[in-house]
């Protein structure tokens, strides 16, 4: 079993503090939801989690099975099985989706894999998620749209295979079936690989789809609640206000 451990977590960016001493664990197979309203550190966190240089960590720890990964580059956090699916990705022209989608099979299963049995595996995922494979023809995130992006950091999560993932609103700009394969795509990884990951999202309707274990509510870059999926009920229910007052 896998164990993310965050210590008194603090986070600046420009010299302004935006996470202010943050705490939390959790385990392999474990859904975690982060939830708070606007601007309150949510996609600072998990930027700083993965070692965005503009996030700048000034105090406490990030752990992963105990070993200290607090200041290892973004692409060192990603070799011990960090992962992180942007809010809103940004446009690539130039390089074919399945370009980079084939380097991440490789990454994972070795540069010696053919390129047509890497290829048709990607594929097969695809079709898993309901991308359309004329996306893969087309530059990185070029033109997609909100939903199209989403299904694709999804596919890449599903390919690279972490022991944790950190899924920055992946209920956004997605419709009811979008939401549906993404919530299965997550469960399925869930129980053949035992993911753990962390949701950040505003509304409780991808929490019941793929069960929550935790939910935290972020308010000015600190936690100011947890609980089970309860809490999320309570949110969805009256607000943050009844939350943040308690």
Same mark, same amino acid.
């Given at each position: 079993?896998?164990?993310?451990?965050?210590?008194?977590? @603090?986070?600046?960016?420009?010299?302004? $503090?935006?996470?202010?001493?943050?705490?939390?664990?959790?385990?392999?197979?474990?859904?975690?939801?982060?939830?708070?309203?606007?601007?309150?550190?949510?996609? %600072?966190?998990?930027?700083?989690?993965?070692? @965005?240089?503009?996030?700048?960590?000034?105090?406490?720890?990030?752990?992963?099975?105990?070993?200290?990964?607090?200041?290892?580059? =973004?692409?060192?956090?990603?070799?011990?099985?960090?992962?992180?699916?942007?809010?809103?990705?940004?446009?690539?022209? *130039?390089?074919?989706?399945?370009?980079?989608?084939?380097?991440?099979? !490789? #990454?994972?299963? /070795?540069? !010696? =894999?053919?390129?047509? $049995?890497?290829?048709?595996?990607?594929?097969?995922?695809?079709?898993?998620? *309901?991308?359309?494979?004329?996306?893969?023809? #087309?530059?990185?995130? $070029?033109?997609?749209? /909100?939903?199209?992006?989403? #299904?694709?950091?999804?596919?890449?999560?599903?390919? +690279?295979?972490?022991?944790?993932?950190?899924?920055? $609103?992946?209920?956004?700009?997605?419709?009811?079936?979008?939401?549906?394969?993404?919530?299965?795509?997550?469960?399925? +990884? #869930? *129980?053949?690989?035992? =993911?753990?990951?962390?949701?950040? =999202? @505003?509304?409780?309707?991808? +929490?019941?789809?793929?069960?929550?274990?935790?939910? @935290?509510?972020?308010?000015?870059?600190?936690?100011?609640? %947890?609980?089970?999926?309860?809490?999320?009920?309570?949110?969805?229910?009256?607000?943050?206000?009844?939350?943040?007052?308690?």
């Amino acid at each position: 079993m896998s164990t993310l451990r965050i210590e008194d977590l @603090h986070v600046e960016v420009e010299g302004r $503090e935006v996470i202010k001493g943050i705490s939390f664990e959790m385990n392999s197979g474990e859904i975690h939801a982060l939830m708070g309203p606007n601007g309150s550190g949510k996609t %600072s966190l998990s930027l700083a989690l993965m070692g @965005h240089p503009k996030y700048k960590i000034t105090k406490g720890k990030i752990l992963l099975n105990d070993e200290d990964i607090t200041n290892l580059e =973004t692409d060192e956090k990603v070799k011990h099985g960090l992962f992180l699916a942007f809010q809103n990705p940004v446009e690539i022209g *130039g390089v074919k989706l399945s370009t980079l989608l084939i380097a991440e099979y !490789n #990454r994972v299963y /070795g540069s !010696n =894999t053919p390129i047509m $049995e890497a290829f048709s595996n990607v594929k097969g995922l695809t079709k898993e998620l *309901g991308v359309s494979e004329s996306l893969l023809n #087309r530059g990185i995130f $070029e033109g997609f749209s /909100g939903g199209e992006k989403k #299904r694709i950091e999804i596919l890449q999560m599903a390919i +690279l295979k972490p022991k944790f993932a950190i899924l920055d $609103e992946p209920d956004s700009g997605v419709d009811v079936d979008g939401l549906k394969i993404i919530s299965d795509m997550i469960k399925k +990884l #869930r *129980g053949d690989l035992n =993911t753990g990951f962390l949701v950040i =999202t @505003h509304y409780r309707r991808i +929490l019941d789809y793929i069960n929550a274990d935790k939910v @935290h509510v972020l308010y000015r870059g600190k936690i100011v609640a %947890s609980g089970s999926m309860e809490l999320a009920k309570l949110i969805d229910e009256k607000g943050y206000d009844a939350v943040i007052k308690n």
